[in-house]
């Protein structure tokens, strides 16, 4: 398929600020619904990037994105909202093509390019065939008119005197029906020497054609020719460098962003404190709290861990089964109520518990072990899960079951156990 995007540049506006303008968008999008669109999610704290859009188009598209602050980076604004809105379509290219006109398949660029060329091929054949079918029939009206001049007063006598004048010339010269009908029905004026000139010259040129087209219809190589002479002249009627062929859109690679950045800018960067209670309770309070007292958790429940974190962050739920959930922090509870369990926002089985929680960070090194003592170090951007259902780390049979999971560094590690050893 094919992406089509928006084109778009960077205008300064002065002392250190600018803006970005729309000049071109994607065919079939309709400019107001748009922009209707983009302040939608302007609304709905979607584009945290952008402060502003508006609409200076008059003849030509003018779409005006303000950002939210200078140091905003164009290109990851922009990649947002090729993401969110209609300023990149997609359109899918099948190449399902009746071969020869008869035979439904899915073609290649290279076979649909061939059965093109064959198409041109059998549409040159056929209107050679149906020129040639014309030029014979004027030709054997032109050998009556020059037979007809030939004997001229002996056609005027047979005109004048004869009842059946038709059959008698058919007779006489071995005229066909056409060529007899024709003569009879010709004017007194085409009877001048300069008609008579006239069709002697067109049958010539009819003669001269109708053996070019006969060579043409029997070597393939002079078909072929003719049909790159053909193309040759579409090129210098329709090419890329007339006026009416010119290119009006410019084929290019997308920009190569980093896709956690995109992602970030998609969400509103804000602070809060996710908490996690012993039951598997989950919620994100606003802003950074230093005083956990406050909290309140339902009868029986009470606080497992809490910890700082930004709505764009990932957070990491390691289980006693051995498995990582990752859930987005934007994606949280919000903290009017108790929260939510974990086994709504995602698919964690009822004989499992949470061991930890914490904020992703690609960089680190975990240590995960089981309570009977096994584990091993993995690198955290591999722990992260891509789905509902988490990644499995950890493989535990019961009753062994994951007990902890905590960061790591340098080159030794030290273990207590139980046994005070």
Not at 216 to 233: F, G, N, P, Y
Not at 316 to 343: C, M, N, Q, S
Not at 355 to 368: E, G, Q, S, Y
Not at 394 to 411: F, I, L, S, T, Y
């Amino acid at each position: 398929g094919f992406r089509v995007r928006a084109k778009w540049s960077q205008e300064d506006q002065g002392r250190g600020t600018w803006s970005i303008v729309v000049t071109e968008i994607p065919y079939g999008v309709q400019k107001a619904r748009l922009i209707e669109k983009i302040a939608e999610l302007l609304m709905a704290r979607k584009l945290p990037l952008l402060e502003d859009i508006r609409d200076e188009s008059a003849e030509d598209v003018r779409v005006v994105l303000v950002p939210k602050s200078r140091s905003v980076d164009p290109g990851i604004l922009m990649e947002s909202l090729f993401k969110l809105t209609e300023l990149e379509s997609r359109f899918p290219l099948n190449m399902n093509v009746l071969s020869r006109g008869k035979i439904p398949n899915v073609l290649s660029l290279k076979g649909v390019l061939k059965e093109w060329l064959e198409h041109r091929r059998q549409v040159l054949i056929r209107r050679s065939r149906h020129r040639l079918g014309e030029i014979e029939r004027r030709l054997e009206i032109l050998a009556g008119y020059l037979i007809a001049y030939l004997n001229i007063d002996e056609v005027i006598r047979i005109i004048r005197e004869e009842d059946e004048p038709k059959q008698v010339m058919m007779a006489r010269w071995s005229l066909t029906d056409n060529q007899a009908e024709a003569i009879l029905n010709m004017r007194l004026r085409a009877l001048r020497k300069l008609e008579e000139f006239e069709i002697r010259k067109e049958f010539d040129g009819l003669t001269i054609e109708k053996k070019q087209i006969e060579a043409l219809l029997a070597s393939d190589a002079r078909q072929w020719s003719t049909i790159k002479w053909e193309v040759s002249s579409i090129r210098e009627k329709f090419g890329p460098e007339t006026e009416l062929g010119k290119r009006r859109t410019q084929f290019a690679d997308a920009p190569e962003h980093d896709l956690t950045d995109i992602a970030h800018a998609m969400i509103e960067r804000e602070p809060v404190t996710v908490v996690v209670s012993e039951k598997g309770w989950l919620r994100a309070m606003k802003g950074h709290l230093t005083d956990h007292s406050l909290l309140t958790f339902k009868e029986g429940d009470s606080l497992k861990l809490a910890f700082h974190a930004q709505t764009t962050d990932k957070v990491l739920v390691f289980t006693t089964g051995g498995k990582f959930y990752t859930i987005g922090a934007d994606r949280l509870p919000g903290g009017r109520g108790h929260g939510e369990p974990i086994r709504i926002i995602v698919d964690m089985a009822n004989d499992q518990d949470i061991v930890t929680a914490f904020v992703h960070d690609p960089k680190r090194k975990l240590l995960l072990v089981s309570h009977d003592g096994n584990g091993f170090i993995v690198p955290e951007e591999e722990v992260v899960a891509n789905t509902r259902k988490g990644k499995q780390v950890m493989n535990v049979k019961a009753p062994d079951e994951a007990q902890r999971c905590v960061p790591v560094a340098g080159d030794h590690l030290a273990i207590v156990g139980e046994n005070r050893k």
